[in-house]
């Protein structure tokens, strides 16, 4: 699987737009890319996915460039609740290579 | 939504006793599970990933004899952890993707063990 490489944290005011980076250079072109969050001590929750386009839900919208090397989650409104580690992850789309390999993930803080 | 439940939430147990967590999907069939674990501030690391029927299939430097996985049904997968050592004590985490295909995989809410 591709490798991705996040900032290791971000600041966000509360209710603004939180905007987190992933690079993700050496994707190839069945690879998905997708986005979690963990919030302390829970599982990590699902956030979004995407292969080519760009992708929105009621969570978040996800953007990914055309070379398909780099993608932004936009969490629009950020809460206080969305502080929590947030990990890309590139899958691979083959028969067994499905499982999810995490990286170390941006740990984003909603300032009050 | 997909629902992965995860049992128990935590445990201690003594050094050198076996501990069993399971993890159910509730509203759907997984023919796949993952297994992982994760240390204080740090990241998810896969540990096996468990096919129902089968054995499972374990990441490079994880002991199979030590962490013995088994995928009895579409629904259940269990994670013992045998003759624990206060080393192992960490987080465990399980997850499951629908068998009828769909992007999102769904995380159990995790097992704190300690062992003393």
């Known amino acids: 699987d591709a490798k991705t490489t996040q900032p290791p944290s971000m600041d966000c005011a509360e209710g603004r737009a939180a905007n987190l980076p992933c690079n993700h250079s050496?994707?190839?072109?069945?690879?998905?890319v997708y986005w979690y969050r963990q919030i302390h001590s829970q599982g990590p929750q699902y956030i979004i996915h995407?292969?080519?386009n760009n992708e929105t839900n009621e969570m978040a919208s996800l953007i990914i460039t055309e070379d398909r090397k780099s993608s932004t989650l936009i969490l629009p409104h950020a809460t206080l609740r969305d502080t929590a580690v947030y990990y890309c992850?590139?899958?691979?789309?083959?028969?067994?290579?499905?499982?999810?390999?995490f990286g170390t993930g941006t740990r984003l803080t909603i300032i009050p | 939504g997909a629902v992965v439940s995860q049992h128990p939430s935590w445990v201690i147990c003594k050094s050198g006793t076996s501990v069993k967590i399971e993890c159910r999907s509730l509203?759907?069939?997984?023919?796949?599970m993952f297994w992982y674990r994760q240390f204080p501030k740090q990241s998810l690391m896969l540990m096996a990933t468990?096919?129902?029927?089968?054995?499972?299939?374990?990441e490079q430097g994880v002991e199979k004899d030590k962490f013995l996985i088994n995928h009895a049904s579409l629904t259940l997968s269990t994670l013992t952890v045998t003759s624990a050592h206060p080393e192992d004590s960490s987080f465990y985490i399980c997850?499951?993707?629908?068998?009828?295909?769909?992007?999102?995989?769904?995380f159990g809410s995790g097992t704190r063990l300690t062992v003393v």
């Open positions: 997850s499951a993707r629908d068998s009828r295909g769909g992007g999102s995989y769904t």
């Open positions: 995407g292969l080519k």
């Open positions: 992850i590139v899958r691979g789309a083959n028969f067994g290579n499905e499982k999810l390999t």
């Open positions: 509203d759907f069939q997984a023919t796949t």
């Open positions: 468990s096919n129902e029927g089968s054995k499972a299939t374990y």
């Open positions: 050496t994707i190839s072109g069945n690879e998905y």
